[in-house]
């Protein structure tokens, strides 16, 4: 088990480990940028398909997915434009999905995701956590550090607006998870081989 140290920037304990450590796993060979970015985001195909129309920065494990990294997420975390165009034609693709609050488990609850759930949601700056018929869905109305999608450097990759990856490598070392630290060692390669 790992120890715990007080980050003091962030206020916050965060697991004691060495850079040296993330590193000893790091696979170059793993990196394949040939894939296609609609291979690499296969599993989110329906919901990629269902958000066509709709103004969104991908961002989270999907855009480390669509850049190349070789790594897991169950869910599509998108920060949409907010004109409320755009949010019309969100709440009618999450009403085409079935998209659903995900609540605790057990709760037996599924409170549907409707357009004035959205605005509530995009009113107080929150976050929208979502199951649906093509997956797990985030919407969140901006990143941790406030920056909303006029404010996210992205680029297009194949039919998709992503996060442009400096900004992810800054956004996962900020967030300072384990899980957002493994893929660092991976998106300094891809943007390495830019």
């Known amino acids: 088990m790992r120890s715990m140290e007080f980050d003091c920037d962030r206020a916050r304990f965060v697991p004691s ?8 796993d790091f696979d170059e060979s793993l990196i394949d940028l040939e894939v296609p970015i609609e291979q690499r985001l296969k599993p989110f195909a329906g919901i990629v398909e269902h958000l066509r129309g709709v ?10 997915i669509a850049h190349g990294c070789p790594t897991v997420t169950r869910d599509y975390d998108i920060v949409p434009q907010q ?3 755009n949010l019309a034609r969100l709440a009618r693709c999450l009403t085409e ?4 609050v995900r609540e605790p ?5 599924r409170p ?9 949601v995009f009113a107080n700056r929150g976050n929208l ?14 990143l941790h550090d406030g920056r909303r999608f006029e404010d996210i450097p992205a680029q297009v990759l194949g039919m998709v607006r992503v996060i442009e990856i400096g900004t992810l490598i800054d956004l996962k070392r900020a967030i300072g998870r384990p899980r957002d630290l ?9 943007r390495r081989r830019g």
Request: negative net charge; hydrophobic residues 45%; glycine residues 12%.
């Open 17 to 24: 480990f060495a850079w040296e450590e993330l590193m000893a």
């Open 129 to 142: 956590l979502l199951n649906s018929n093509e997956g797990p869905l985030d919407i969140l109305t901006q």
């Open 55 to 64: 103004e969104y920065v991908l961002v989270g494990g999907a855009a480390a």
């Open 182 to 190: 493994l893929v660092l060692p991976y998106l300094e390669e891809i």
């Open 83 to 85: 004109a409320e165009e």
């Open 105 to 109: 488990r057990g709760s037996g609850r």
């Open 97 to 100: 999905i079935g998209a659903y």
């Open 112 to 120: 549907p995701a409707t357009r004035e759930l959205l605005g509530a």
